[in-house]
């Protein structure tokens, strides 16, 4: 059994847009009454990692910050979640479901839901219309394929980070790898990077080197999904004989100039995905090789979903994810917190680079009992 913090007030965790470590808990006053077609989450429990620093970085780029509003100069990291509907006014949407998707990082949450089937629905509130369907559905854990009880932790932890990577492998299949057969892989311990590392090496798409920290090099290295590993000191030893395709998760400057200068015009694609490294300084304004690109994952799911069909997309994805998932259990080691303490102590963590390669922190906002 758990009880809130306080059940009459609930809660949030808020940082300073522009300055990621000031931060605080606000509370967050429920509705008195549902209006119609709302529904009201019991935000149960959520995955922070690295990747939602990322959408810290990419916050105003990409829209992240307009998931869950917040007062002017500060901003709601989203975070993928289970809830349990404790409210609803929506006639196809039942108290009691659980569900899958984004939250913020709070007690409650609550939504406009539509598009109701059996399998999902989604917030249609006017603040979210403009961004990707896919960040804005809630999957009922009764009509997921991917879902089991058992694998909640690693659901939260893997899922939305592994269909990144899933769509970041199969954008690269579909474009005939650009002629490459090497593949750079920056922050290469980051769970974004293991499970795009784990794609290509399960289909052979050449040679994947991993660039890490001398501190992660030898985790890195345990995990038999690279091929190389180098420390990020050791970038002008790559090989650059042939075409090669870098995929940026680090966000360090330094990083992806060192990367271009060693291959120049051979580096005939260079994809950003991550920025773990946040604080680090730009890369420079121009560049030989081919220009890094933001990957928009969203974009290449819609093409995938056109052609392959709702259930096509949903089969390739689940048969990937399995295998992945079984794989993760020989280096993951999740790791519980409860309660306001516990989430700031893990944000600051994560911020700062410090939280280990193997950990996966599963939170609340809900105190445990004693």
């Known amino acids: 059994m758990t009880t809130l913090v306080a059940d009459r007030q609930p809660i949030t965790f808020e940082v300073q847009r522009a300055k990621w470590q000031q931060h605080r808990f606000v509370t967050v006053p429920l509705p008195a009454d549902l209006a119609d077609g709302q529904v009201l989450f019991r935000v149960d429990r959520f995955a922070l990692t690295a990747n939602n620093i990322t959408y810290a970085v990419t916050g105003d780029f990409l829209g992240y910050w307009k998931f869950f509003p917040a007062e002017e100069g500060w901003g709601r990291l989203p975070v993928m979640g289970f809830a349990d509907v404790i409210g609803s006014r929506h006639p196809q949407v039942r108290e009691g479901e659980r569900v899958f998707g984004f939250f913020p990082m709070s007690t409650h949450l609550a939504i406009e839901a539509g598009d109701a089937t059996g399998a999902h629905f989604f917030d249609a509130a006017a603040h979210r219309s403009e961004t990707a369907l896919v960040y804005r559905q809630y999957l009922r854990t009764t009509g997921d394929a991917l879902y089991q009880p058992s694998h909640e932790d690693s659901l939260l932890l893997l899922r939305g980070l592994f269909m990144t990577s899933f769509l970041v492998d199969d954008f690269l299949a579909d474009r005939g790898d650009f002629g490459a057969r090497t593949f750079v892989v920056s922050s290469a311990s980051s ?55 870098f995929i940026d998760h680090s966000g360090d400057g330094a990083v992806v100039n060192a990367v271009h200068e060693r291959f120049g015009e051979r580096l005939v694609h260079s994809c950003i995905v991550g920025a773990t490294h946040w ?82 922190h599963v939170l609340s906002l809900w105190q445990q009992d004693a």
């Open 191 to 245: 769970k974004t990077a293991i499970a795009l590392a784990s794609q290509l090496s399960k289909r052979g798409a050449g040679t994947v080197v991993g660039l890490s920290s001398a501190r992660n090099q030898a985790f890195v290295a345990s995990l038999g999904c690279y091929d190389r590993v180098l420390r990020y000191d050791a970038i002008d030893s790559l090989a650059n004989e042939g075409a090669a395709v």
């Open 279 to 360: 604080g680090a300084a730009p890369r420079a304004a121009t560049l030989p090789g081919a220009q890094p690109t933001f990957f928009f994952a969203p974009a290449q799911m819609a093409k995938r979903t056109k052609e392959w069909g709702a259930a096509g997309f949903q089969q390739r994805l689940g048969a990937a994810w399995e295998q992945f998932r079984a794989t993760s259990e020989r280096w993951l080691h999740v790791i519980r917190g409860n309660g306001p303490a516990a989430v700031e102590r893990v944000y600051d963590e994560v911020l700062a680079g410090r939280a280990a390669p193997s950990d996966g």
